[in-house]
């Protein structure tokens, strides 16, 4: 097993019996995800896209981690072209590990951010950016209290993301140079992973609710 593997295998603290398993699944479901009503371009995270571990609050807008393992959730409103931006907010950091970026359909909810060809993740505790189950140096550590900005121009495959409106790795959007990713064609979705419970992050994706502005030549998510 490679170092990377051992790193994002990291065991939950309890263990359950299969059983026990399904009961807690079921359970967390019960509670956390019910009476949740929404159009396809609200900037909220999507009920039916969103792993059973995964608490939806705050008008959906607020994901929480209810179990120390790896597990996402996509938001509403798929794209497919255009130069885009929308935010998270750490809201409460147990721990740093959080993986933060966009996702396709077919991205697995049953892991991180990026551990797949799908997805594209920044992480908290260390800086690194993850596709393809690949970690390398990316960028600034991230916690609790910072905004982490996601820019994805979908007409040339690229993405960036920010660290309280500083884009990491040199990056560039409004120029178009030093993206985190290229070659990112397809439709995706703004996606998250949480990890350590009470984990806490929330999107936004419209511009009142921005904190920064998008890069020039940019526009909100859901806009």
């Not at 079921?26 to 792993?51: C, E, M, R, Y």
């Not at 996702?103 to 690194?128: K, P, R, V």
């Not at 995706?188 to 998008?214: H, Q, V, W």
């Amino acid at each position: 097993m490679t170092d990377t593997e051992d790193y994002l295998e990291a065991p939950a603290p309890h263990t359950h019996e299969e059983a026990d398993i399904t009961d807690l699944i079921a359970n967390l479901a019960s509670k956390s995800n019910v009476g949740h009503t929404h159009i396809i371009t609200d900037p909220t995270f999507d009920l039916s896209q969103t792993h059973p571990f995964d608490r939806l609050s705050n008008g959906d807008i607020d994901l929480e981690s209810q179990v120390s393992s790896w597990h996402s959730a996509r938001a509403y409103l798929q794209r497919s072209s255009g130069k885009l931006y929308f935010e998270f907010l750490i809201i409460t950091a147990n721990s740093n590990y959080f993986l933060l970026g966009i996702g396709s359909q077919h991205a697995n909810l049953n892991s991180h951010t990026g551990s797949d060809i799908y997805s594209y993740g920044y992480q908290g505790n260390t800086g690194e950016k993850f596709h393809n189950a690949g970690q390398t140096a990316y960028g600034s550590a991230y916690t609790q209290g910072d905004i982490i900005g996601v820019a994805v121009d979908l007409d040339a495959g690229k993405i960036w993301w920010s660290k309280n409106n500083v884009w990491q790795a040199t990056g560039d959007p409004e120029n178009g140079t030093n993206p985190a990713y290229t070659n990112l064609y397809g439709y995706y979705f703004p996606m998250a992973s949480c990890y350590t419970t009470g984990n806490k992050a929330r999107i936004f994706g419209r511009s009142e609710d921005l904190t920064y502005s998008p890069p020039n030549g940019f526009s909100p998510w859901y806009d």
